[in-house]
């Protein structure tokens, strides 16, 4: 079956850049995106959402973008700081019909102080 | 405050003893969810339910039960663990489809 995926397993940034972490769906029919961040020890807590009909949406900080024409999916955190180490999941699901999410395998965003 | 809530935390038990793990939602959600986590794999779905009395197989349900009487109730049921079941369990709630989940804080099992 078609699933998300993710193109870098890892990620290291330094204090105070910015981080982007990608994903790559297949499911052309998806046309609703979430992004999780996961802390060690803790369940994953939703960052932000994004729908089909938007390329970008921002939030406190983070801001995800859509390319639906290369089904890609991005996840952009500025000023990075060591709170924001932590495991990044993204997942899709089609905005109707009883299909649950799909989830990646996630990212590690580590921050170097 | 909204949330849902898994217990136990922890879990070590024997193989082929009987457990359960409860979880429950206080927002009134449709869709509920078991996911668990092992290193490499992600999380992967057990069972989920879109209401009460209707439940279906996620990826990975052998060795599983699960039951949805009440909305706001969910169990997940080991009738008889085995090693391989040892994994970090989360339970998840969400309005349905088109909406994101929240999950409960997790329950790591140890089976030995």
């Known amino acids: 079956g078609e699933s998300v995926g993710l193109h870098l397993p890892t990620l290291s940034v330094q204090e105070g850049d910015n981080s982007i972490i990608n994903c790559a769906y297949s499911?052309?029919?998806?046309?609703?995106f979430i992004w999780y961040k996961q802390e060690s020890g803790k369940g994953p807590q939703f960052i932000i959402d994004i729908r089909s009909n938007m390329d970008k949406r921002q939030g406190q900080r983070v801001t995800v973008l859509l390319n639906k024409t290369v089904k890609h999916l991005s996840l952009q955190i500025a000023a990075t700081q060591p709170g924001d180490s932590a495991v990044y999941f993204c997942?899709?699901?089609?905005?109707?019909?009883?299909?649950?999410?799909?989830f990646g395998k996630g990212t590690r965003l580590s921050v170097i102080a | 405050e909204a949330q849902v809530t898994q217990n136990p935390r922890y879990l070590i038990t024997v193989t082929g003893k009987k457990l359960t793990v409860t979880c429950s939602q206080n927002?009134?959600?449709?869709?509920m969810s078991w996911y668990r986590q092992d290193p490499g794999l992600g999380l992967r779905q057990i069972y989920y339910s879109m209401n009460v009395e209707v439940t279906d197989k996620g990826d990975v349900p052998e060795g599983y039960k699960v039951s949805r009487k009440e909305k706001r109730n969910f169990p997940l049921i080991l009738e008889s663990p085995s090693p391989n079941q040892t994994s970090l369990y989360f339970c998840?709630?969400?309005?349905?489809?088109?909406?994101?989940?929240?999950f409960g804080s997790g329950t790591r099992l140890t089976v030995v």
């Open positions: 998840a709630s969400g309005k349905g489809t088109g909406y994101g989940y929240t």
């Open positions: 997942a899709e699901n089609l905005n109707s019909g009883n299909t649950p999410l799909v």
């Open positions: 499911n052309s029919a998806s046309d609703y």
């Open positions: 927002m009134n959600h449709e869709y």
